[in-house]
């Protein structure tokens, strides 16, 4: 098993998103991408952010267990990115990221490298309180290594580091058991789930076939409350420019606006940046059309949706 054949199984990163509680991913982009119909765009900051969480890997799992040995455990090692299938169903599979006998019991273990912003999500150490996406992970985990308990290790920022416990619950496993069977079934019959996303409805519907649709009652009562919580927004929108433009005249070249040492609105002035016009600086150096036409893609138009 490995990241190259990810379509071949149901791996503990896709749980979440089959449950439909995945920030990154819904249900149907996770079928386009098991039947090789869509795949996940790398950004280079992207990239970035996965290499550095790749690195930082190993230095959490180990600054975990030499917190588990002070705190008295007896700690072993036993493997690291370990790699499973489920005994009765090999297309469930899952990766620990390190495996631990703590106190002579066998349990997986997670390291997380998390955004000083994404802090709040993670609740009180010590307890299962931290994203239900990475609940699913590691309760997926559990179900297909029939293990008992999951430790995982946060570090938010560079030195904050965050123990959470997890145990497997037999009512919660075979609810995900039963949504990752039925998953499975759909991409064997091709049989996508229903788009949840504004990206899964742009990806599945780029281009307009010019046909005409006669609206049912269920689409004119949408049109209409659309049209009525547009022009509300709108509305909210035109008094939110009213107000900031007479708070911002009343403030002039304030930078500050407080309220009895209580801070109500900042207008500051940005650092002064400079922005370069590479295409216009490269169009002066007068390449060959054909050389332009080398550097040159095709992406499809724009397909607005407008309420008349």
């Not at 990154?24 to 098991?34: D, H, I, N, R, V």
């Not at 007896?74 to 703590?102: C, G, K």
């Not at 699913?136 to 008992?148: A, P, S």
Request: aromatic content about 8%.
């Amino acid at each position: 098993m490995s990241e190259l054949d990810r379509s071949s199984y149901i791996g503990s990163s896709d749980a979440s998103a089959i449950l439909g509680v995945s920030p990154w991913k819904s249900p149907f982009a996770l079928y386009q991408e098991k039947i090789g119909e869509w795949k996940e765009e790398i950004t280079t900051v992207k990239q970035k952010q996965f290499n550095r969480g790749k690195k930082f890997e190993p230095m959490i799992l180990e600054i975990l267990v030499e917190e588990l040995e002070e705190r008295g455990h007896d700690i072993e090692v036993i493997a690291t990115n370990e790699r499973l299938r489920d005994t009765e169903l090999p297309f469930l599979a899952s990766e620990s990221d390190m495996v631990l006998r703590v106190d002579g019991e066998v349990i997986s273990a997670e390291a997380k490298s998390v955004n000083g912003f994404a802090a709040k999500l993670w609740g009180e150490p010590e307890t299962d309180d931290f994203p239900i996406y990475y609940q699913c992970q590691t309760m997926h985990d559990l179900m297909v290594k029939r293990r008992n308990k999951c430790v995982v290790a946060a570090l938010i920022g560079t030195d904050d580091l965050r123990i959470h416990w997890i145990e497997r619950d037999e009512e919660i496993i075979q609810a995900i058991r039963s949504k990752e069977i039925d998953f499975w079934d759909r991409i064997q019959r091709r049989d996508p789930p229903e788009p949840t996303s504004p990206e899964d409805i742009k990806r599945l519907y780029q281009f307009d076939s010019g046909a005409v649709l006669e609206a049912d009652a269920e689409l004119l009562e949408w049109v209409g409350e659309l049209s009525n919580v547009k022009t509300s927004c709108k509305a909210a929108e035109t008094r939110i420019e009213t107000l900031s433009t007479l708070i911002k005249a009343r403030m002039g070249e304030a930078a500050l606006l407080t309220h009895n040492g209580q801070k109500l609105v900042s207008w500051k002035a940005s650092k002064t940046s400079t922005k370069i016009d590479w295409q216009s600086a490269y169009l002066s150096l007068k390449p060959e059309a054909g050389h332009v036409a080398n550097f040159t893609t095709t992406k499809p138009g724009a397909r607005p949706f407008l309420v008349k």
